[in-house]
Structure formats: C-alpha cells, structure tokens
C-alpha cells in the first residue's frame, strides 16, 4: 500500500504567500518522511512471509524446509525466486508443459523439449536452449535437472543459435496469359449393303404306313 501524499491548504504550504520556503512547509515533509518510516516498520513483520522480501537468515529456513540448496556463485535473487516457487515447481516436475514452466519462472525460455528421438537410447531427453542462455545459465540448468528431473531419465542441451534475416520487398509489374490449343476433327463411317443369297431345303423321311 502506498502512502497518500499530504495536501494542505495554499495558505500554509509555505511557498505560495512568500517568497522562500517556509513553515509549515518543512514540518509537513518531517511529518511524511516520519509517517513513511511508520509504515516500513508496519509492513516489515509482512515482508517476513514473502521469500522475495524477508531477511536472508528467515530465507535460508524457508529454503531448507522446501529443500533448496544455494549452488557456489548464485545470486541472491536467484536464490530468492527458486525457494518462492519451489512447492510449484516440484509439482510441475513431472510433465514436459510443467518442466517448461519450470525454466520460464527463471527467467530461461526453453526452444524445444525432445523425447525418444532416439528408438535405442529412448530415455534420453534433448532440451534446446538459447545460446544466452546456456552461457549465462549453466550451473542454474544443472540444478534444476538434478532436483526436478525424471528418474531414470538422462538429459543433454542441444544449444540453438538463432540468426536474423531481413528481407526486402518491393513492387513488381508482370503480365500473365494462358493459351490453350486444341485440334478437332470428326471422322465419317460408311457402310456399304450388298445382297446374300441362299437356299433352303426340307426334307421329310417316313417308315411304315405311318404318314
């Protein structure tokens, strides 16, 4: 919460009825420094809940009860944001959108998360990272493997480079046309009659008196 800024009449901040700064003009900045050192100490007690905010001594209890090790050479905001999100991101730990949420709460974008690329050393698992952030970052990314990576599960950093391209446009004219050609011809079937001739003969036997 922030302290409301004091606002006293014309007639008594000091400066509007004469020419120097005067009474009660300074007693009116006491009274807010005084007030602002009020409410720090109010607030401190509140702090003391927040790892962001508390003392360093509160905030190595709170990382020992959520199991956080400081790694040599962290810095202490670092160290801060892990044991903040450490009850989080122990939770997160077991799917690959939870693993990634992991690393962007630190601040550490991953490009790609890669399973079973590989149908002989299927539990290999590739992470692809920025260049900046493989420098800037390595110790950070090994502890975090070792305290939320999978059991049995071995991880390797594919380390991408990314690179700018600019490209420019302009305007073109062009003219398009499309022909098409096509040969058509009918053919003509005559059929010519002529005459068939044949005979025809019956004959009819009989035995007996039998018509």
Not at 4 to 28: C, F, M, V
Not at 31 to 55: G, H, I, N, S
Not at 162 to 187: C, K
Request: aromatic share 12%; proline share 5%; glycine share 4%.
């Amino acid at each position: 919460m922030k302290l409301p800024k004091i606002n006293i009449p014309w007639w008594q901040d000091g400066s509007t009825i004469s020419e120097a700064l005067r009474e009660p003009h300074y007693l009116t900045q006491g009274v807010y420094a005084f007030m602002q050192k009020v409410q720090q100490w109010l607030q401190w007690p509140l702090e003391q809940f927040d790892p962001l905010t508390c003392t360093e001594s509160l905030l190595n209890m709170m990382a020992w009860d959520r199991d956080i090790q400081r790694f040599d050479g962290e810095p202490l905001a670092l160290y801060r944001k892990r044991v903040k999100f450490a009850a989080i991101n122990a939770k997160d730990s077991g799917s690959v959108a939870g693993f990634k949420a992991i690393f962007e709460r630190l601040d550490i974008g991953i490009v790609a998360f890669k399973e079973r690329e590989n149908p002989d050393q299927w539990d290999v698992i590739t992470i692809e990272v920025r260049d900046s952030a493989m420098s800037q970052n390595s110790r950070l990314m090994q502890t975090l493997i070792e305290q939320y990576g999978r059991t049995c599960r071995r991880y390797r950093f594919e380390v991408s480079y990314p690179v700018i391209v600019n490209l420019h446009h302009g305007e073109f004219s062009h003219s398009h046309a499309l022909y098409r050609a096509r040969d058509e011809y009918t053919q003509k079937t005559a059929v010519n009659p002529s005459q068939v001739n044949h005979s025809q003969d019956i004959f009819v036997a009989s035995i007996g008196n039998n018509p």
